[in-house]
């Protein structure tokens, strides 16, 4: 009787250590897993968070910051993408602009991943799957999934009410975590905290005019399609709204940053710096509560008949067919938003312009696909390739 009871335990013990050994693997190829950027020509330097605040030195989250342009007499954009990671289409248009845009006016301050520990994990519970991959003329890229929230690792334990600073407004006690709802940051605080202190010392040193935070939203989130936009910048997002209506190929609307909710990019800059902030959202499916399947197709192809079914039920605020919201739709979406955006800024304000070229509009990116626009690592100079 003993024999068998042991050689059970030996069989559980030994199951138990495949999948633990194995899971660490994979936890660990996930979070240390490279992402290469390839330097266009139109960046001239790289700079990291540190540079600006060196409280977040060693940290993860010193993320890099590409700048393309010199012309100091025009004015400043900073584009952040990765704030929450688990929305791909603001990294990946902000990798399109980094190895491909040329900058001939004013200067454009770029962070892929605003919040590099959320890019090593995913959410707890949500069975995401831990990388995607694009698929370019040279091959695949891939790149981590994320989440939305800062690594556990990295930032511990959550407390069980988040007090926001500066407004003491009580928030969820994850969002601690959350880099859209602990900005403007402060320089004692957490980790996540850190990280939107150093981004407003860069908008305050940089005298930087213009800030664009990327994302995606669930569609059965009411603020979606549109530009969120802090009320010193509602001229340009109505106008940037209309202009891409007219000539995009598609709509996108205008909501307007509520006072009463704090620590959100839109509402933080605009107050406690000189910048006007702006905040994208496009639709992905993968967020939604009643999808299927949570994998990779869905990821990037948008397309899941349970959320269908939420819209014909009137459950959604956006449209949802059987042409899905492919990866490049969202992609695509975002960079004719920036390039309108700058167009806008430019017109109203011609003694400090942004100009921008060589970036794919929306039915380019329709066209090409995003991987089009993606270089080649193993074919360009070790010194303009770095590593997310």
């Known amino acids: 009787m003993k024999p068998a009871i042991n050689l059970r335990k030996l069989i559980f013990a030994t199951l138990f250590l495949i999948l633990f050994i194995s899971s660490g693997i994979s936890f660990y190829r996930s979070r240390h897993l490279k992402e290469p950027v390839v330097l266009g020509d139109g960046v001239f330097e790289v700079k990291k968070l540190s540079d600006y605040f060196p409280g977040i030195k060693g940290s993860i989250n010193d993320a890099k910051v590409y ?36 900058v ?4 454009v301050y770029v962070i892929p991943t605003a919040n590099p520990s959320a890019s090593t994990a995913t959410r707890l519970g949500g069975a995401y799957p831990p990388d995607y991959t694009i698929k370019t003329p040279w091959g695949e890229q891939k790149f981590r999934q994320g989440d939305r929230w800062s690594n556990p690792l990295d930032q511990w334990p959550d407390p069980e009410v988040y007090i926001h ?38 908008i305050l040193k940089e005298k930087i005019d213009l800030v664009i935070d990327l994302h995606e939203a ?28 007219g000539e995009e190929g598609f709509n996108i609307g205008v909501e307007y940053s509520p006072e009463a909710l704090r620590g ?35 990821l990037l192809t948008g397309k899941d008949e349970f959320v269908m079914k939420a819209g014909k039920h009137g ?34 304000h011609p003694d400090r312009p942004i100009t921008m070229d060589n970036v794919p509009h929306f039915s380019e990116v329709i066209k090409n696909s995003t991987g089009f626009y993606l270089k080649d690592p193993s ?6 390739v770095f590593y997310e």
């Open 379 to 384: 074919k360009a100079p070790a010194d303009r």
């Open 165 to 202: 600073y500066p407004s003491r407004q009580q928030l969820a006690y994850m969002d601690i975590r959350n880099q859209n709802r602990t900005w403007p940051g402060r320089a004692n605080g957490t980790m996540t905290e850190k990280t939107c202190y150093a981004m407003t010392q860069l």
């Open 218 to 245: 669930e569609l059965q989130y009411p603020v979606i399609s549109t530009i969120v936009a802090h009320q010193k910048g509602q001229d340009i997002a109505a106008m940037a709204s209309m202009m891409i209506s």
């Open 67 to 102: 700048v393309l342009g010199q012309d100091n007499a025009g004015g400043s954009v900073l584009i952040l993408g990765g704030s929450h990671p688990e929305e791909p289409a603001g990294r990946l248009a902000v990798w399109i602009i980094i190895e491909n845009a040329q």
């Open 104 to 107: 001939g006016r004013g200067r």
């Open 264 to 298: 959100l990019s839109h509402r933080e800059i605009g107050d406690h710096t000189q910048a006007i902030p702006l905040l994208l959202e496009t639709p992905e499916p993968f967020l939604d509560a009643t999808r299927g399947k949570t994998d990779r197709k869905l």
């Open 315 to 348: 459950l959604l605020f956006e449209k949802l067919d059987e042409n899905g919201w492919p990866i490049d739709v969202r992609v695509g979406r975002h960079l004719s938003s920036i390039i309108q955006i700058l167009k806008v800024w430019t017109e109203l």
